[in-house]
């Protein structure tokens, strides 16, 4: 208990030291007026209680992320723990904050575009389908979950297929109407909810004391299949470590937020409470394994165990609307980021309803048609998963050479966000080569790969920050 003990304080203390560095980093201007006025139109752009927007962003990047990744993380034993730690801080809680921020500084711009600013044109063409894809993946692979547990709830003639309908229709209305009609009314329930949840697993961990393991025991995997830490690790525990997802969110929270001095508790304080979230169902994934074996590889089901065991009847029912009403919550919010981006990318107002419908429909359609394509075969929705993992983690890799390239073009500490920058492309790149699903080689061949890709892409950004200045001294 000592290694999570240590983990938890860090995340915490991570918030207020850290935190507070790379806010000031960045720079931020109270007085500066936000786009949540500036722009204010009723439907995006509409100003918001800071509390209220840090719950809707802690659902929007939450769901089911550090939950079930952290779940399946834990199997590579106390190494997750660490990757948990010091990937919030160090890499997820910045990326969230800076790209959050920036985002805020540019009226509330979508991802391709903040980032077509510093990586080109031709980069931001390709961030707009690779956005809007992920968007429809993420709104697609969080349908079939919780329509079939409502199917299971409820009378047999409300199949699975009715649900799907009943939560795309939720979805297509969750995407029109206005942002605080009722995201901005649900969500700090459902977000509340979670973290009530999550609190109940963390008192229980000490009132129970389970023996888990310490970093004295040494970092090596005890996954079942034999898989290595580096990478696997870091592709299954993404949304609580960090997640390209999150900053396709927050230009959703830029529009809302009242001043930039909430900027840190929202971007970087949603990202550690995650953070957080991910830390104790890590650690109470590890107790379950050490108590039942570590062959049960489905996620919802241990999470059905834990709480009903550790929170009795009040955890069945947290145990129900996190598995539900988490993934719902965050495919509604994809759906509508893929609007944005859409309507960023044609330079259209979305105060008009008309325009709203426009864009959504044909998103939706093809949203719908992913699902229909993955229930075909037994194996599709974990095809689509595993599409959604990779590419989330990608995105990530894409948002902090992005913030990189600003933070060295604004004169200010680029390294904050270089370092993690290189270690996910080694991620990502090592991971394609070695995953089951990818390419499958040998890990050291893979690592190898890994290694040459990323010297290369790091070898670039030092050509070009290099160039760059030789050519401003000329």
């Known amino acids: 208990m000592i290694s999570f003990a240590c983990c938890l304080i860090f995340l915490i203390a991570g918030y207020f030291i850290y935190g507070r560095f790379i806010e000031r980093v960045f720079g931020i201007d109270p007085h500066r007026k936000t786009p949540a006025y500036e722009l204010r139109d009723g439907v995006d752009y509409v100003p918001m209680p800071a509390w209220r927007v840090f719950m809707i962003q802690?659902?929007?990047?939450?769901?089911?992320?550090?939950?079930?990744?952290?779940?399946?993380g834990a199997k590579f034993g106390v190494a997750s723990f660490l990757w948990i730690a010091l990937g919030t801080v160090f890499a997820g809680a910045t990326h969230d904050f800076i790209a959050g921020m920036l985002s805020l500084h540019h009226r509330g711009e979508s991802l391709p575009e903040m980032t077509g600013r510093y990586l080109g044109k031709n980069f931001k063409q390709f961030m707009r389908i690779f956005t809007v894809v992920l968007m429809v993946l993420v709104g697609s692979v969080f349908v079939a979950g919780p329509a079939g547990l409502l199917a299971n709830l409820t009378v047999e003639s409300l199949d699975t297929t009715f649900w799907i309908i009943?939560?795309?229709?939720?979805?297509?209305?969750?995407?029109?109407l206005p942002v605080d009609k009722i995201i901005g009314k649900i969500y700090p329930l459902f977000g509340a909810a979670l973290l009530f949840m999550a609190l109940g697993i963390l008192f229980m961990l000490f009132f129970l004391h389970p023996d888990l393991p310490e970093?004295?025991?040494?970092?090596?995997?005890?996954?079942?299949r034999g898989l290595p830490v580096f990478p696997i690790m870091f592709v299954s525990i993404a949304c609580g470590a960090i997640s390209g997802f999150h900053a396709t969110q927050s230009p959703m929270m830029a529009r809302t937020i009242k001043n930039e001095k909430y900027g840190r508790p929202v971007f970087f304080g949603a990202m550690v409470?995650?953070?957080i979230v991910a830390l104790i169902w890590a650690a109470a994934a590890t107790a379950f394994y050490q108590e039942n074996g570590i062959e049960e590889s489905n996620a919802a089901v241990i999470v059905d165990a834990i709480t009903k065991d550790w929170l009795g009847k009040v955890g069945a029912v947290l145990a129900i609307l996190g598995v539900i009403a988490a993934p719902v919550t965050t495919g509604d919010t994809a759906f509508r980021s893929a609007r944005l981006i859409v309507a960023d990318f044609l330079h259209w107002e979305q105060k008009s309803i008309r325009r709203r419908i426009l864009i959504s429909i044909p998103v939706f359609l093809a949203g719908i048609g992913l699902l229909l394509y993955s229930m075909k075969d037994k194996d599709g929705f974990d095809m689509i998963w595993r599409y959604f993992a990779w590419m989330n983690q990608t995105l990530?890799?894409?948002?902090?050479?992005?913030?990189?390239?600003?933070?060295?073009?604004?004169?200010?500490?680029?390294?904050?966000?270089?370092?993690?920058?290189?270690?996910?492309?080694?991620?990502?790149?090592?991971y394609i080569f070695i995953a089951p699903e990818g390419f499958a080689l040998d890990k050291d061949l893979s690592?190898?790969?890994?290694?040459?890709?990323?010297?290369?892409?790091?070898?670039?950004?030092?050509?070009?920050?290099?160039?760059?200045?030789?050519?401003?001294?000329?």
């Not at 970093?215 to 079942?224: K, Q, W």
């Not at 790969?449 to 050519?471: A, E, N």
């Open 58 to 72: 802690f659902l929007n990047i939450a769901g089911l992320g550090p939950i079930f990744g952290a779940i399946m």
């Open 166 to 176: 009943v939560i795309f229709i939720y979805y297509l209305i969750a995407t029109l």
């Open 215 to 224: 970093f004295t025991e040494g970092l090596r995997s005890a996954d079942p």
């Open 273 to 275: 409470a995650e953070g």
């Open 396 to 430: 990530a890799i894409f948002t902090l050479w992005a913030l990189t390239v600003y933070l060295v073009k604004e004169k200010k500490c680029y390294w904050v966000t270089l370092i993690p920058a290189v270690f996910m492309t080694a991620v990502c790149s090592s």
């Open 447 to 474: 690592w190898l790969l890994g290694g040459i890709i990323t010297l290369g892409t790091l070898g670039f950004f030092i050509y070009w920050k290099v160039k760059r200045s030789v050519s401003k001294v000329v």
